[in-house]
């Protein structure tokens, strides 16, 4: 048992530094495709059987929906870097209270997203300027998806408490399995049932309840040094304590990019229903095709924080370098397949002509940036796992919402057009990833 339960591991402390981010980000990334296959399933369904109001009310919640679960996850991070370092230490005791902790934490937290959520919801929507059509429609289907929120936070504590110990593998296993139910639901629901969007929501919550009993039983279930035993789960507030220092930054990067994002949204929103199902559609492409590099920056965490633990800090070095090969490649390759076919694939999303076309002015703009965003993936991921969230925290938040609020309010207003709004994007992509550049090259933080 025990030997199986290792072979699911990838241990990132000796071996082929390039094969081992390879090997360690392909279950994440096969993961994070079902994850985003069923978050597309649902606008696909929304868009061909309910419309481009559904599409958009749908697509205008995942910033509201990033930035509120944004600090819980960032959480989640802290505790991950800890767990990893502690098990390259070969730390048993002190690996032990972090999972413990951190299980306990989600719990905790999901609670009180549950709260949020359902009380929030229409006032952050009336604030985002949400369009009175689409409305409704907004409100039941994010109320519905915040009542699944302890759901999600056990299944993304859990699974990156088995990512922080090399194993990536069984999360996917799971989130496959919760992407199947996610679609026959969707279909169910919302096909057979007409139960509209608040079917799509309910499905969504049903999934999400499926991958986290099966990651809790993963926990509970293994022979090694991180396994979970409900009788100890509790918060002990000397970890907690490291955890938070480690997570809050992470999260309040998050949470405060999210809320940018949201403040872009809302300038999305003015230009019509069209405009959010286009920009919508493109949101669900883009999740495909950033996936590869969350992967990377995943793994970058994991094996900064494992080689550190372990005081192998050349690896470190090395690692960063084939972190950047390997997602430039991959990026260059997908930036081109996009580019040439983005009309056919948002034909998939809607066959409404102004739709697409929003939709493919989104990618003209976005894409040929996507290089840059690979290089600070890989940067932002290994500062994390040294520990350094809070520069992490300070070069994201600078420029990935204070920079980009002083575009959309200070500039956009003398050129007022959709596309002037998108170009926040790529000014802050750069704008972050020379800081990352700057702080590697000039600064000592592997220790």
């Not at 025990?2 to 990838?10: E, F, I, L, T, Y």
């Not at 606008?43 to 309910?50: D, I, K, R, T, Y």
């Not at 032990?96 to 719990?107: E, I, R, Y």
Request: aromatic fraction near 10%; proline fraction near 3%; charged fraction near 10%.
């Amino acid at each position: 048992m025990k030997r199986h339960k290792k072979a699911s591991q990838v241990i990132m402390t000796e071996g082929v530094i390039w094969k081992q981010l390879i090997a360690f980000s392909l279950p994440l990334l096969v993961g994070n495709l079902f994850q985003q296959l069923y978050n597309t399933v649902d606008s696909v369904v929304v868009g061909n059987f309910l419309g481009s109001d559904a599409l958009a009310a749908v697509g205008s919640s995942n910033s509201l929906i990033n930035l509120i679960i944004g600090m819980f996850m960032g959480i989640g991070t802290g505790a991950g870097v800890i767990i990893s370092q502690y098990y390259g230490a070969k730390d048993k005791e002190k690996v032990q209270w972090a999972v413990h902790t951190t299980m306990a934490l989600s719990l905790v937290g999901g609670i009180i997203l549950i709260f949020l959520g359902v009380f929030l919801t229409p006032m952050i929507l009336k604030w985002m300027g949400t369009p009175e059509s689409v409305f409704p429609d907004s409100v039941a289907y994010l109320r519905i998806f915040f009542c699944g929120s302890l759901f999600n936070l056990v299944y993304n504590m859990g699974s990156g408490v088995l990512r922080a110990v090399g194993d990536s593998k069984r999360p996917l296993y799971y989130l496959c399995i919760s992407s199947i139910v996610n679609m026959i639901l969707d279909l169910v629901f919302v096909v057979v049932f007409n139960m509209g969007t608040e079917g799509v929501g309910y499905a969504t919550v049903a999934a999400q309840a499926v991958s986290s009993v099966l990651i809790v039983l993963a926990l509970m279930r293994t022979d090694e040094i991180y396994r979970l035993d409900l009788k100890n789960l509790r918060i002990d507030k000397r970890m907690a304590n490291r955890i938070l220092k480690l997570g809050i930054p992470s999260g309040i990067q998050q949470s405060i990019i999210s809320l940018s994002n949201v403040i872009v949204q809302s300038n999305i929103n003015g230009f019509g229903s069209a405009a959010m199902a286009g920009f919508g559609s493109y949101s669900k492409i883009d999740g495909f095709a950033m996936l590869p590099l969350q992967s990377f920056c995943m793994a970058a965490t994991t094996f900064t924080g494992q080689n550190i633990g372990a005081g192998e800090k050349k690896r470190v070095r090395r690692g960063i370098i084939q972190g950047i090969v390997i997602s430039l490649i991959y990026t260059v390759i997908i930036s081109i397949l996009l580019y040439l076919n983005a009309e056919h694939i948002l034909r998939i999303f809607s066959p409404e002509e102004q739709v697409i076309l929003y939709g493919k002015s989104t990618m003209q703009i976005l894409i040929p940036f996507y290089w840059v965003v690979a290089i600070h993936q890989i940067l932002m991921g290994s500062i994390r796992g040294s520990g350094r969230t809070m520069v992490s925290m300070l070069i994201g938040v600078g420029n990935m919402c204070i920079l980009r609020m002083l575009y959309i309010n200070l500039l956009v207003p003398f050129f007022p057009s959709y596309a002037a709004v998108l170009w926040c994007y790529p000014i802050t992509w750069l704008t972050t990833t020379v800081m990352d550049c700057i702080y590697s090259l000039k600064t000592k933080w592997i220790s």
